[in-house]
């Protein structure tokens, strides 16, 4: 009965190697986040979706994209992951932007 | 400069004792606060909303906006309490999360 979904729950990828994270939900949710959260710090938003509207966050790096191919969908795409983007990432949903917001159990990025 | 301050990283309560976990924010316009609450080995879910104004396992929290603090308090903290909470706050185009506090409460 998982409503947010997340695959893998841990990705290891190479340094430069592109990535390609992914969230499912079964809410029929309006908005998909992506949020980055290192050890220790805040959950960081980096962009998200209203429907088919894709909204990035002004200090989003280009290097992070994303793809919502439809309404339960949507990808994150590290195309050069460095060092720092070593992270949880966690995808979340929610009916309307910024209201409750229900969370996947994330996926931990480990570049090698 | 928009943010959200959780100034305890970590609380260490006494089974039965009050709790208050603190949330201070800086935002210029009229921001909607929440809590979040992970468990161990769960994932990050709502507690509470301000405009809800209900209590939820016991927790209450105020918004403040004189004091800019959304503190979260319950008058008798339980053993299932632990876990990490997070204050977060929506403004107009700005989703802010805290960066937690861990909640333990000791037997």
């Known amino acids: 009965d998982a409503m947010v979904i997340q695959n893998p729950r841990y990705q290891v990828t190479q340094f430069g190697k592109p990535v390609t994270l992914s969230c499912s939900q079964t809410l029929n949710h309006n908005v998909m986040y992506w949020y980055q959260q290192k050890s220790s710090q805040a959950p960081k938003l980096l962009f998200h979706?209203?429907?088919?509207?894709?909204?990035n966050e002004a200090d989003t790096p280009d290097n992070f994209q994303s793809r919502r191919p439809n309404t339960s969908f949507c990808f994150l795409d590290i195309r050069s992951p460095g060092l720092g983007d070593a992270a949880m990432y966690l995808c979340?949903?929610?009916?309307?932007?910024?209201?409750?917001?229900?969370f996947g159990p994330g996926t931990r990025l480990t570049v090698t | 400069a928009q943010r959200v301050t959780q100034p305890e990283k970590l609380l260490s309560v006494f089974k039965g004792a009050p709790v208050e976990l603190k949330c201070n924010y800086s935002?210029?316009?009229?921001?909607?606060l929440f809590w979040y609450v992970q468990y161990s080995r769960q994932r990050l879910q709502l507690l509470l909303r301000h405009i809800s104004r209900e209590s939820i396992k016991g927790f209450t929290a105020d918004l403040n906006k004189g004091e800019t603090s959304f503190h979260l308090k319950k008058p008798f903290a339980q053993e299932e309490d632990s876990a990490m909470y997070y204050c977060?706050?929506?403004?107009?185009?700005?989703?802010?999360f805290g960066k937690g506090t861990r909640l333990h409460i000791l037997p």
């Open positions: 979340a949903t929610s009916r309307d932007w910024g209201g409750e917001q229900y």
């Open positions: 979706y209203y429907d088919k509207d894709f909204n």
């Open positions: 977060a706050l929506k403004g107009d185009d700005k989703i802010i």
């Open positions: 935002y210029s316009g009229s921001p909607e």
